[in-house]
């Protein structure tokens, strides 16, 4: 199973877009690990640079992440760049199955936790600690700590066990 | 309790219920393109299960990149053909293609109460012809290749009930345009839009193609309208040797309508007859104003084309603008270029035969071969940093069409007016100006 805690990024925006993370012009790549340097090339937000990226490994947004193009060129970028969790309110449907697709989480929590973990945490360098088998999330951040806990369906938690749904597919159908 | 038309499809397919939240389904049809197949078709290679669950019912064809502009699209292509030719399936390269959610149906691979997947997002656009059809990633798609199944959770329906009829000058597009900034452009996440009413019934299926198609930029899972006969008619060619006659067809398909006492996720009622001439702003796709309040807006580029509008019908509202125009020796304006892309090589053949072309060159269009190029910034009109475009495509997002462009979606007859004057405008002045004369 994949990693899912450390350094969070935050992006504070509704509807950031497949486009945003990852660039059309780079689809004409056909390894997932050279899509690795565009990862958010495109994305403009007032407190983000491409920059801030290196070392994070969990994203917080807002409402309707991953909204846009089908490309799983989403979460592979966010995947070879050690980013394997998305919390946000809500995600787009393709979006959200690719992530768990791949064994990544895309992680709903109601839109006021959603803004407690901002006005707490996204001026500050936070840590996610993820409790998969309690299903809490815990941010923590100079002794400050919110646990939230969440929902993963039995289908979700048996693709993050299987390593994906190419490997849950081939065991069950 | 009864059931709605995505229901009835679910049950008709249902293969497994993983969990209360989740449903997996066979697939009637696996649609592959040339930039989200190839990783699925090495991946499938690299675990050694380079087969197919049913050749027949997958189809695949070159329209991102179309041709080829560079070594790695070259490859892409490569990649698909060869996967193509290798598993004996059906597939269109350039000169034979088109932007897929045009050609497949023209195709006639499309049918009422079948289930779809495609690694694309504007696969919802089958869902004009009473499909559920539905957007996925790459691993979705390997495994729909491989196994002919793919997991959804249950289908809650969103039904838009749509009045009243398009007056003159007025699309389809506008009418998609305005219910997504009515629903928001995660409204309908997780549910299907089932467009409904008799200004439903009255839509052609291009028509109905170019609403199912922006479902998904209201979050939706797929567009569905209920078969009628307008579908049978479309299909008829392909389907008159399965029934006896098109009535009977049509009483075949009546089984998959929703039930009087379906029970709905969400409604909304839409007068298409209250409608003007609708344009996006900014970078999301519910951001729409009247053509009216961006009148005046400059353009540097048009284009029109893509899933949602580069069909025949669409073509011939852009040219009956430019028409009369190009009649006085007009052309579109001196410092906007202007693109037309016909969706399908039919489509261009037709628009050709039409005199379509002669009327969009003599404007000073440059027509383009089919592909989806622009429309996601990949290729075939591009845009430069600070440049607008007038598009009659399905996304607007920042930077979508090249890094630092905007982009304003509208109808094809808008976008038709729009290069004629250089700003945005009303197509309707051109149908007045016609009727004087």
Redesign the interface.
């Known amino acids: 199973m994949k990693d899912f805690n450390g350094p969070v990024l935050f992006l504070d925006r509704?509807?950031i877009?497949t486009?945003?993370i990852i660039?059309?012009?780079y689809?004409?790549?056909?390894s997932?690990e050279a899509l690795k340097p565009y990862l958010m090339e495109?994305l403009?937000l007032p407190a983000f640079s491409p920059e801030a990226l290196p070392g994070r490994r969990a994203v917080v947004s807002r409402?309707?992440f991953g909204?846009?193009?089908?490309?799983?060129h989403a979460?592979w970028a966010l995947e070879v760049n050690g980013i394997h969790i998305v919390v946000a309110v809500?995600?787009?449907?393709?979006f959200r199955?690719?992530m768990f697709?791949?064994g990544m989480m895309a992680v709903e929590l109601p839109e006021n936790q959603i803004e407690e973990i901002f006005q707490a945490f996204s001026q500050k360098e936070t840590l996610l600690e993820t409790d998969l088998p309690r299903r809490r999330l815990t941010f923590s951040s100079q002794g400050k700590t919110l646990s939230y806990d969440f929902h993963l369906?039995?289908?979700d938690r048996?693709l993050l066990e299987s390593g994906?749904?190419?490997e849950f597919?081939?065991k069950?159908? | 309790m009864g059931l709605t038309i995505a229901e009835k499809i679910f049950a008709r397919h249902l293969?497994?219920t993983?969990?209360p939240?989740?449903r997996?389904l066979k697939l009637d049809r696996v649609f592959c393109h040339e930039?989200?197949t190839?990783?699925a078709i090495?991946?499938l290679a690299a675990?050694g299960?380079d087969r197919v669950f049913d050749r027949e019912k997958i189809k695949a064809v070159i329209d991102?990149?179309s041709p080829a502009k560079?070594g790695?699209?070259a490859?892409?292509g490569k990649?698909l053909r060869d996967w193509a030719g290798r598993q004996g399936i059906d597939f269109f390269d350039i000169g034979r293609n088109g932007v897929c959610h045009a050609l497949f149906p023209e195709k006639g691979f499309v049918r009422p109460g079948q289930t779809i997947i495609m690694?694309?997002?504007h696969?919802c656009t089958y869902g004009a012809f009473g499909a559920f059809a539905?957007?996925?990633?790459?691993?979705?798609l390997?495994?729909g290749i491989?196994?002919g199944?793919c997991?959804f959770?249950s289908p809650r329906t969103f039904k838009i009930e749509v009045t009243g009829k398009l007056a003159p000058g007025v699309f389809a597009k506008d009418l998609i345009l305005r219910i997504i900034s009515l629903v928001g452009?995660?409204g309908a996440?997780?549910m299907i839009i089932e467009f409904t009413g008799e200004g439903i019934r009255r839509l052609t299926m291009e028509e109905r193609m170019t609403l199912c198609n922006m479902a998904v930029e209201a979050?939706a899972?797929s567009g569905i309208v209920a078969p009628d006969e307008e579908t049978v008619g479309y299909l008829w060619p392909f389907i008159r040797d399965d029934w006896e006659s098109p009535a009977q067809a049509l009483e075949a398909y009546r089984g998959l309508h929703s039930d009087p006492d379906a029970v709905w996720e969400k409604t909304l009622a839409v007068d298409a007859g209250a409608l003007e001439p609708l344009v996006t702003v900014g970078y999301?796709p519910d951001q729409v104003k009247t053509v009216r309040e961006l009148e005046k807006t400059p353009v540097d580029q048009v284009y029109i084309g893509s899933c949602t509008n580069g069909r025949i019908g669409d073509l011939r509202a852009a040219a009956e603008v430019l028409k009369p125009e190009v009649g006085r020796g007009r052309k579109i304006a001196p410092r906007l270029r202007a693109i037309v892309s016909p969706a399908t090589t039919l489509v261009f053949h037709q628009a050709l035969k039409e005199g379509l072309l002669d009327i969009f060159m003599e404007a000073g269009f440059c027509v383009t071969n089919p592909t989806c190029g622009a429309c996601?910034?990949?290729s075939n009109g591009i845009l430069a940093e600070g440049e607008v475009c007038a598009s009659t495509t399905n996304?607007n997002?920042?930077?979508?069409m090249g890094?630092g462009g905007m982009i304003h979606l509208m109808s094809p007859a808008t976008a038709a007016a729009t290069a004629l004057e250089g700003f945005i405008v009303n197509s309707r002045l051109y149908r007045g100006r016609e009727i004087e004369k």
């Not at chain 1, 909204?67 to 799983?72: D, F, Y």
């Not at chain 1, 809500?90 to 393709?94: L, V």
């Not at chain 2, 539905?134 to 979705?140: E, F, N």
């Open positions: 509704s509807d877009n486009d945003e660039p059309a012009r689809l004409n790549e056909i997932r495109d403009k409402r309707n909204c846009g193009s089908s490309r799983e979460p809500n995600f787009a449907r393709i199955q690719n697709n791949c369906s039995d289908f048996r994906g749904w190419v597919a081939e069950n159908y | 293969l497994d993983p969990d939240e989740h997996v930039i989200t190839p990783l090495n991946d675990r299960w991102h990149v560079d790695k699209t490859l892409q990649i690694g694309d997002s696969t539905a957007g996925v990633g790459t691993t979705d390997e495994v491989l196994k199944v997991a959770r452009t995660g996440t997780d979050g899972t999301k996601l910034g990949m996304r997002f920042q930077g979508r890094k």
